[in-house]
């Protein structure tokens, strides 16, 4: 079998190939786009904070921190476009990328010396840095509002974050303590002003331990400083914590009679009032206004002042002003609110409202007012039902009740001194005051006899001392003293044992028998008158002889 050439015969084919010289750029080409790719995701995300001042931040040298661990850097620093603040832009670790959360807080840390507290000493060393709180939000973000002062506890901390209403910010800062009967609790973590509403807001952060303490019942006060009061109670004196009177402090509590409630979550609103009195004062279920109408002055009469019914508080007075006065009414009006359930128990009466109220003026409800303190003057109102009081009906002036008034007692006696002073103011004073000036007069005239008369008893008196003082008047005590001995001598011869006594005993027995011869005579002249003439017969009966 003969094989054919042509299928043996190779095909040549051209094919180009690339030069080794092209491998040199193509690895560095990539390595280049490596190391770009490198560097962009090592750099992580960019975000930007604002702040009010760039004291202490310097782009490429001030660390960003989370917990003290450097995450990130100042990347730059700018003005912004309101002029009013600067942008730091910050670049973030891409291990850290998940902390940019949109409740996340960064703030920056520097030496700061507050009255309560002293922080960032080691930045004196190390130089400032901004420090990053992440939030708990897991939205991610990449604009922030940076804080100037750093929060006082951290949002990972547990407890219970409430925020407070107040008029006036008095000496309670961030920082400040809050107590509970005492006891520190919480601290206030920022303090800001809302000029909408005008009022300072609070931003108070409660242990977790103590967050059952709050609840819708509850009560805050300030208790910033010492507290001096004079009202309807006296004067008040009060002293917190030396803290308290340094950097302020707040305190809270459930007021006796309140229903306690349910317990408070996150971001319940509270009022902060300026003192424990006016919190207790709040606690009343006020439901009803209405005014009261005097005709006398209500000086010490004063807003906040108690509304008393039988010495129990039920409200307080709202306002003491003249724009609540009808046209042509001279009287001072008072505009109280007070909480018609006590006069509901006290009165024993169901029915509500105006009812009631007027059920109780029919009754003899009346309003007057009371001293409270004879110290401060300061005056209170007081309702109560009075006997025999005068016919009365509830009346009505606009949107308010009106409550017929009695004249307080102070009143009643500032009225019984006025017509006393008339009667004073009466009298014939002038004559009166004149015969005064006569009989002072005449007294002028008498004193001066009597002066006269003291002088000559004066002289008398004198002569006398010098009289008993004379030669004479001692040799008279001498004869005078003779003299009592002689007359004692006397005296003592006619006692029991003088000579004379025996001559009175003889004497006298001889008087005796004489009186008893005189006595035998007079019975035998009385038996026989002629018995001296003829003699006295003898006997029938002679005596026997005796016998020699």
Known sequence: MSEDPAEFQATVRHRRRISNVWIIPIVAFLLAGWLIWKNYSDKGPLVSV????????????????????????????SLADDIGSVTVDLRIAPTAEDLLRSNSRLWVVRPRVTASDISGLGTLITGAYIELEPGSDKKPASHFIGLEEPPVTSANVPGLRLTLIADDAGSLGTGAPIYYRGFEVGKVERRTLDIEARRIRYEVFIKDEYADLVNSGTRFWNTSGIDVSAGADGF???????????????????????????????GSVFTLYEDESAARDASFDVDRKALLFFDHSVRGLNRGAPVEFRGIPIGRVVDVTF??????????????????????????????????????????????????S??????????????????????????????????????QLEAKINALLAKLQALPLDDTLAKFGNAADETAKTVADARDTMGS????????????????????????????????????????????????????????SALRSFDSLSRSLDEKPNSLLFGRDSSGNPTPKARR
Do not use: H, W
């Open 50 to 77: 604002k702040f009010e001042t760039a004291d202490g931040i310097k782009a490429g040298e001030t660390e960003v921190r989370c917990r003290s661990v450097r995450i990130g850097v100042v990347e730059k620093v």
């Open 236 to 266: 008040k004196f009060r002293t917190p914590s030396f803290q308290a009177m340094v950097v302020g402090g707040a305190s809270f509590a459930v007021p006796k009679g309140v229903v306690s409630g349910e317990p408070a979550e996150d």
């Open 323 to 372: 724009k609540y006065s009808p046209p042509g009414d001279s009287r001072v009006p008072v505009l109280i609110e007070f909480d018609t359930n006590t006069l509901r128990r006290a009165t024993e009466d169901e029915s509500d409202g105006t009812l009631l109220l007027s059920e109780a003026v029919r009754k003899g409800l009346r309003a007057k007012l009371g001293t409270g």
């Open 374 to 411: 004879l110290l401060t003057g300061a005056m209170f109102v007081d309702i109560d039902f009075v006997p025999d009081a005068f016919p009365a009906t509830l009346g009505k002036l606009g949107e308010f009740d009106v409550i017929p008034t009695e004249s307080s007692g102070i009143a």
């Open 457 to 512: 008893i004066e002289s008398a008196l004198d002569e006398m001392t010098k009289l008993l003082g004379s030669d004479e008047t001692q040799n008279v005590t001498k004869e005078l003293n003779a003299t009592l001995a002689e007359l004692r001598t006397s005296v003592e011869s006619l006692g029991p044992a003088g000579a004379m006594q025996g001559d009175l005993r003889r004497t006298l027995d001889e008087l005796r």
